[in-house]
């Protein structure tokens, strides 16, 4: 049975995971877990048989885990979101590079 799992490498997601150098969550770490199992042992480990979820055990981890949905962050405004773009490094060499260039064109005119 070729699933998901045969495809996702575990030390790929450990490497993803630590590339932005944030906190492995236990939901992430228990999912690392998971995808090194086989399909068949994962599926026994998480309680779910090859035809899915009854729709009483769905509701219920619906309850226990909430909605299967990625949740969005909130949005900035688009003043926020300009300031934001200046914390790259290029953009603010570009900005100096751009203030001393116009400094040495006005100080050429006069």
Do not use: W
Request: with cysteine.
């Amino acid at each position: 049975m070729k699933t998901l799992f045969a495809k996702i490498s575990p030390v790929l997601i450990r490497k993803e995971t630590r590339a932005d150098a944030h906190v492995v969550t236990d939901d992430e770490k228990r999912l690392m877990d998971i995808c090194a199992l086989t399909p068949e042992e994962a599926m026994r480990r998480m309680n779910v048989e090859q035809r899915g979820l009854s729709l009483d055990e769905a509701a219920s981890r619906r309850e226990t885990y909430g909605s299967n949905e990625i949740t969005t962050g909130k949005k900035n405004g688009l003043l926020v979101d300009f300031l934001i773009r200046f914390r790259n490094p290029l953009v603010i060499q570009l900005l100096v590079i751009a203030a001393v260039s116009f400094s040495m064109g006005i100080s050429d005119q006069a």
